[in-house]
């Protein structure tokens, strides 16, 4: 058993940058692969990028290369987001998740995750 808690949502001006934080309690957070997903409203839920239990690989969606990267501190088991150049497209929820499943396949697909923070909002303006 993991839980899972979002922060560093805010509102920011389109170019500007935000970094999400995903702490963890429970369970020791160096044994989940985690990843990040949004959701816009009437949206789907969006697979935005995963990492694996200690950082050795790491998955983007590719509307995200280059402009954000996912990292992890085990030592604090807290995983980020850090999100640059952001646009207004990238206006969503956006969600960690956890799962102790490999991901090696399945990193973009929500339902293998099985637990899940409360979401954070982040809003880009133009």
């Known amino acids: 058993q993991v839980q899972l808690v979002e922060s560093g949502g805010g509102l920011v001006q389109a170019g500007g940058s935000l970094r999400l934080s995903c702490a963890a309690s429970?369970?020791?957070?160096?044994?989940?692969?985690m990843g990040w997903f949004r959701q816009a409203p009437g949206k789907e839920r969006e697979f935005v990028a995963a990492?694996?239990?200690?950082?050795?690989?790491?998955y983007y969606a590719d509307s995200v290369k280059g402009r954000f990267t996912i990292s992890r501190d085990n030592g604090k088991s807290t995983g980020y987001l850090q999100m640059n150049s952001l646009k207004p497209e990238d206006t969503a929820v956006y969600y960690c998740?956890?799962?102790?499943?490999?991901?090696?396949?399945?990193?973009?697909?929500?339902?293998?995750?099985?637990?899940w923070g409360q979401g954070t909002q982040v809003t880009v303006s133009s």
């Open positions: 998740a956890a799962t102790l499943k490999t991901i090696e396949i399945y990193y973009s697909t929500s339902g293998w995750y099985g637990y």
């Open positions: 990492i694996s239990w200690i950082g050795r690989t790491t």
């Open positions: 429970g369970r020791t957070f160096s044994r989940y692969a």
